[in-house]
């Protein structure tokens, strides 16, 4: 059973940072797509960014580019989302999810993790990131 599980939310003023985790356990595959998701009250998920497993190729949403980092411990399982400069409008549940296939539905032609969250079959619980002005 394929298992995710974030960690490292929290509050944090305009311009700081936060680190997320998200380690996973028991994939029968060695290259799968993950993904960011954040909500924030009364919007929509939005999938902010993506790791693919395979070959570390990553994309990010606009409105994270240049400010949020994808990175992956092999020997932990563990991925991490660095968040620098962060804003008010960052703040939301993050999710991280894994698309774990024997083909995953999430992967584009052009080599990357869509951000699609329907595609994504395995969700953590979530952590709460609140940035204040």
């Known amino acids: 059973q394929v298992q995710v599980v974030e960690s490292g939310g929290g509050s944090v003023q305009a311009g700081g940072s936060l680190r997320l985790s998200c380690a996973t356990s028991?994939?029968?595959?060695?290259?799968?797509?993950m993904g960011w998701f954040r909500q924030a009250p009364g919007k929509q998920r939005e999938g902010v960014a993506t790791?693919?497993?395979?070959?570390?190729?990553?994309y990010y949403a606009d409105s994270v580019k240049g400010r949020f980092a994808i990175s992956q411990d092999n020997a932990k399982n563990t991925l991490y989302l660095q968040m620098n400069s962060l804003k008010p409008e960052d703040t939301g549940m993050y999710y991280c999810?894994?698309?774990?296939?024997?083909?995953?539905?999430?992967?584009?032609?052009?080599?990357?993790?869509?951000?699609?969250?329907?595609?994504?079959?395995?969700w953590g619980q979530g952590t709460q990131v609140t940035v204040s002005s």
């Open positions: 999810a894994a698309d774990v296939r024997a083909r995953a539905w999430s992967f584009r032609e052009g080599g990357y993790c869509g951000t699609a969250g329907y595609n994504y079959n395995y």
């Open positions: 028991g994939s029968p595959y060695s290259s799968y797509c």
């Open positions: 790791f693919y497993t395979d070959d570390g190729t990553t």
